[in-house]
């Protein structure tokens, strides 16, 4: 079979929607190499993360050959060279499909990572809410099948887009592979980890003033990683106000081999974020051996599973009771660490995952 797919996330961006990307065709072409992958993008930026899809078995990397170049070859353009590559079946990895998708004969598929813009939408600019909204909507009306990452986003479908469940089919997302290659652990001072965009959904604010509650004698370094604007100062100066600036340590610069490397030799991982379309710092701490303390809310119970603790996010007191708990209850701790990456990788292996999304793409054709 022949698949196309919208690749201008996967070679020009290097955070979460081209992570998906990415490690979408890598299990695709893994477990089934036999099918043709066809990855379409207005441009690529070149570097060691995109370069092995240019040369990769299976894989046809096409970019605007036409007068439209650019946003608008993505979408107004696209329909037309899928049908000259006579692609049999059209995925969009990132919330939205190209127009006349519907009209072109091509069966198609969309993935809908979340509704945040919905759920938070203070964090956006309006002009940008209506943009989303326009284009999650169209995607969600002309697909053939819906995927969403999680049961949470899956929900959110159906309520923002009134669209039906029978409609929908619910894939995790994948996580890079050499999380399912587990570190040994080495000898370290303790400490905790956050990892993730440093925003208002994500609750930084909230383990801080988790660690402010915690007895002087149990406070261990909270290591974060991640980028972030006017929010990571709002953080930063209520720890300089508090006092607090001894008990977290800010990495410059983490790449996917440093991140495995603390997770691994943390002694928990903490993520009380108020939403997320599925929570993969989650998946990635349980499968390199972290215990996890994360929100009962969202989709972040689907993420940890039952041997996560879940806190209430908007209390630092149930943030600090749960951080608490696994700090001084080491056979506690380690029934987490030991059933938790159990549950991770039954769950979000990726021949698991490959499976489930060609299971939809055989749905559509």
């Known amino acids: ?69 650019g946003s608008a070859w993505r979408t107004f353009g696209l329909v037309n060279d899928l049908k000259r590559d006579n692609i049999e079946l059209f995925h969009g990895l990132s919330n939205e499909l190209p127009a006349d998708i519907f009209h072109s004969g091509i069966p198609s598929v969309v993935t809908i990572h979340d509704v945040a813009f919905r759920t938070f939408p203070d964090m956006y600019h309006w002009h940008d809410r209506k943009i989303y909204n326009n284009k999650w909507k169209y995607a969600c009306n ?28 619910v894939v995790y997302q994948p996580v ?5 290659t587990p570190l040994e652990k080495e000898e370290t001072s303790p400490y905790m980890l956050y990892a993730g965009s ?16 915690m007895p002087d004698d149990l406070r261990i370094p909270l290591v974060i990683v991640g980028g972030g604007g006017s929010y990571k100062q709002e953080v930063k100066r209520y720890i300089a106000e508090h006092h607090l600036e001894k008990f977290f340590v800010w990495p410059e610069s983490v790449d996917n081999a440093q991140l495995q490397s603390l997770y691994t030799n943390a002694q928990l991982f903490v993520y009380p974020s108020f939403y997320e379309g599925f929570g993969l710092p989650v998946v990635e701490a349980l499968l390199s051996g972290c215990p996890v303390v994360t929100s009962n809310v969202s989709s972040l119970p689907e993420a940890g599973g039952p041997f996560a603790l879940k806190a209430d996010p908007r209390s630092p007191e ?13 056979a506690f701790r380690q029934e987490m660490i030991a059933s938790g990456r159990k549950y991770a990788m039954d769950t979000f292996h990726p021949t698991v995952l490959a499976r489930q999304l060609m299971d939809v793409y055989n749905k559509c054709v």
């Open 198 to 213: 440093i925003n208002s959904r994500k609750n930084l604010l909230g383990i801080v003033k988790a660690i402010e509650l």
């Open 1 to 69: 079979m022949k698949i196309g797919f919208d690749a201008k996330r996967l070679y020009n961006n290097f955070t979460g929607l081209g992570n998906h990307s990415r490690t979408t065709i890598d299990i695709l072409t893994e477990e089934f190499p036999e099918h043709e992958y066809y990855l379409y993008t207005p441009k690529v930026r070149l570097n060691d993360v995109t370069h092995p899809y240019l040369g990769r078995q299976n894989c046809h990397t096409i970019q605007p050959r036409g007068i439209i170049r």
């Open 176 to 180: 890079n592979k050499l999380y399912y």
């Open 318 to 330: 149930d943030i600090s009771n749960n951080i608490i708990k696994v700090l001084t209850d080491n």
């Open 142 to 169: 002309h697909a053939d099948r819906i995927i969403a990452i999680s049961e949470c986003t899956k929900k959110d479908v159906m309520h923002y887009y009134d669209v039906p469940e029978h409609k929908i089919d």
